[in-house]
């Protein structure tokens, strides 16, 4: 942000069960909240490796690396813009509009995008499956995820950590072409959930996307600040802040 100066936060820190308990829903965030570990990209990552291990034989290395990390700035990228936020493309659409997917068999292509899920999977702690059980014990439970790849292996994950039955709603950003901060994720699963907004509480660990995004949508805010730096001047500003979703349940 421009201006540097931090916003102290500590006067909003509330433990549990006070935060929680004011709300019938919680609506959590997915990366860096419960689940870990994932967004494996960058120079130093082998995407050959897991092209191979995929089944893929015909690409040479060279052409497989250069297109993920292509296609993985390109979307970084358009991430970052507010100006893109509901207009954010699928990732077999953005393989094929680089120079060097253009020319790719369909079948190449599906198969990088398996490789870029692949890389972009992370995976849910015990710990963490633990305390959405008990969350989903007290409250009824959404998912607002951003995530670039389809779905499916996400849901994979939550079902082998056996807390996917836990969630009446899952929003994930592939399934259309909008990507928190927008609040059409937020309505949507508002809208799924058919309760008021003032039952309603977002907990997730991004000021731009989770606090600023859900805030636009009416909702009550929990901001995850792990690293504990506190926001800055002109962050949006969260109705509770925690250091870890472990300590809202206790």
């Known amino acids: 942000m421009e201006d540097a100066g931090k916003h102290p936060g500590r006067d909003l820190t509330a433990g549990p069960p006070s935060v929680l308990s004011r709300f019938a829903v919680v609506l959590l965030d997915m990366n860096g909240t419960l689940l870990f570990g994932g967004d494996r990209f960058g120079p130093e990552q082998d995407y050959v490796a897991t092209y191979r291990a995929l089944g893929g034989r015909r690409l040479a290395a060279g ?4 297109t993920i990390a292509a296609c993985y700035e390109t979307m970084g990228a358009i991430y970052e813009d507010p100006a893109r ?15 060097a997917g253009r020319d790719l068999p369909e079948a190449e292509l599906q198969l990088l995008e398996r490789v870029i899920a692949a890389h972009e999977l992370g995976r849910i702690p015990d710990a963490y499956a633990r305390a959405i059980t008990r969350l989903a014990a007290a409250h009824r439970l959404g998912l607002v995820a951003n995530i670039l790849s389809r779905k499916g292996p996400w849901l994979e ?3 082998r950590a056996g807390v996917l039955h836990c969630f009446a709603t899952t929003v994930f950003s592939s399934d259309g072409s909008s990507i ?13 959930l058919a309760v008021p907004r003032a039952e309603v509480v977002f907990v997730g660990d991004s000021l731009r996307c989770d606090i600023g995004g859900a805030t636009a949508a009416g909702l009550a805010t929990v901001w995850i600040d792990r690293a504990g730096h506190g926001r800055q001047a002109g962050d949006p500003q969260p109705s509770f802040v925690v250091r870890d979703l472990l300590e809202l349940v206790g």
């Open 85 to 99: 936020c509901d207009s954010f493309p699928q990732v077999l659409e953005t393989l094929r509009e680089l120079p």
């Open 157 to 159: 994950e939550f079902a």
């Open 180 to 192: 928190k901060p927008s609040r059409k994720l937020f309505d949507r699963a508002v809208t799924a």
């Open 63 to 66: 052409v497989v690396q250069g």
